[in-house]
């Protein structure tokens, strides 16, 4: 007893932080508070401007198109911020089309460009009575250096 | 001290000398048969190395190289090397990304992959409260015990049960998806291989359009990673599919590194736990070995630190 006693006191002593699953109940309450009450001001201030406006003669999704041009630029500004926001772009396709373009992976590219035009070529050409040809290989090998070459870089993006 | 030292010299020179004697007695004996060796031994060596090496020889001309029948395209393009945080022997899961991973298989993946083999109580406490877990589980019914009168009822879940399959069965999965079975993914990243690499790049690896002349059957898709390259499977991620509740950008790679890493917990939910069983053996063992050190120490010393003396008995001159 005496001595399991004495070592969890000196592993208590050194004030290990345990990782807690749940949040700290207080700053969660006050964060969603604070987060929820300017949407609703927002909101109940644009509801109440259209219905000053215009609440005789339209509903209130007619009205929107007649409000002055000033909540007009607002609302597409915030469009457009919402779009952003909804649709992040992905870094990946980007960071492989400058691998593509790299001096590493130069030779595949050309390989690849070169079956592309050629298989095209024959595809189009009615009279072609050659084998069948296809560029995944080429297709692989460039994809290979090319997915290779951006992992790293990709990484370093991604959370 | 001086009488040590004259003791394993006189020691070592016997040693020496008989070793020596022993040495000249077997080569001049081996020298005199050599040079009365018959011709038909040298003969019977010289066959037998040849048949040794004839029979190498031939074993790899017949089953030293492979055959490969396979084209590239039928073994699908192997998956990159991602440098994946959680794969390194000292670090555990990420679990921001294990909580963003589950949203994206509730959300995508799980309208057709089953995940039978993990049950909601485990998510609690790794990824989830304990509510937001029995809310999740209560969205879904499952099967009451029979009743009174043996008809069964439903229920809402609760964290006991298990995450329910979208289809009742296998046939229905297939009648579903035009005859392809998606797989239950509890165990994909130890069931595929290239685990987390293959998984990530087949999310991520559907290109805009099919090489040049590739072939793609109906209903199927260009995917150069999965084996044989077409996949019924189309392309799910998006970017912004998913509205991650911690205001990360839901790109798709992103939304493909976070199910992956959700993956691989479901498939190895006992990792961390692993890991840090695995720092408690190097602690242990590693106070074991130091013990060890000391304990010998303590125990030779009385052998190492000893001194043995001889003093010749002093007796009359002659």
Sequence with gaps: MGLSDFFSDVVSSFGFTEAQAEAPVQDTETET??????????????????????????????????????????AEEEEEEEEEEDEPEDIKPKLEEECAHSAVCAPYKHHYDECVERVTRQEEDEDYKGPKEDCVEEFFHLTHCVTACAAPKLWRELK | MLGRSILRASNRAIARQSLGKS?????????????SSPF????????????????????????????????????GLHATQYPWVHERFN??????????????????????????????????????????MKAFA????????????????????????????????????RAANGGAYPPDLS???????????????????YPDEPPAGAAVAEGMNFNPYFPGTGIAMGRVLFDGVVEYEDGTPATTSQMAKDVVEFLNWSAEPEMDERKKMGVKAVALLTGLFAVSVWVKRYKWAPLKTRKIVYSPPIGPRR
Excluded at chain 1, 54 to 71: D, G, R
């Design chain 2, 138 to 173: 209560e969205e879904h019914e499952y099967d009451t015990e029979p009743n009174s009168e043996g008809n069964i009822e439903k229920r809402p879940g609760k964290l006991s049960d298990y995450i329910p399959a979208p289809y009742p069965n296998e046939e229905a999965a």
């Design chain 2, 40 to 75: 038909y031994l040298t003969l019977t060596a010289a066959l037998a190395t040849a048949a040794a090496a004839g029979s190498t020889a031939w074993y790899y001309h017949l089953y030293g190289q492979e055959a490969f029948a396979m084209t590239p395209a039928e073994e």
């Design chain 2, 91 to 132: 670090k555990t899961f990420d679990h921001a990304a294990l909580r963003r991973g589950f949203q994206v298989y509730r959300e995508v993946c799980a309208s057709c992959h089953s995940l039978t083999r993990v049950p909601w109580r485990s998510m609690v406490g790794t990824m989830h409260t304990v509510d937001e």
């Design chain 1, 33 to 74: 508070t604070t987060q929820e009450e300017p949407a609703e001001k927002e909101e109940s201030a644009s509801v109440e401007s259209v219905e000053t406006e215009s609440a005789e003669e339209t509903p209130a999704e007619e009205s929107s198109e007649e409000a002055p041009e000033e909540e007009e630029a607002e």
């Design chain 2, 23 to 35: 040495t000249r007695a077997s080569s001049t004996a081996a020298g005199a048969e050599a040079a």
């Design chain 2, 187 to 205: 165990l994909i990243t130890k069931g595929r291989h290239g685990g987390c690499n293959y998984i990530f790049s087949l999310l991520t690896g």
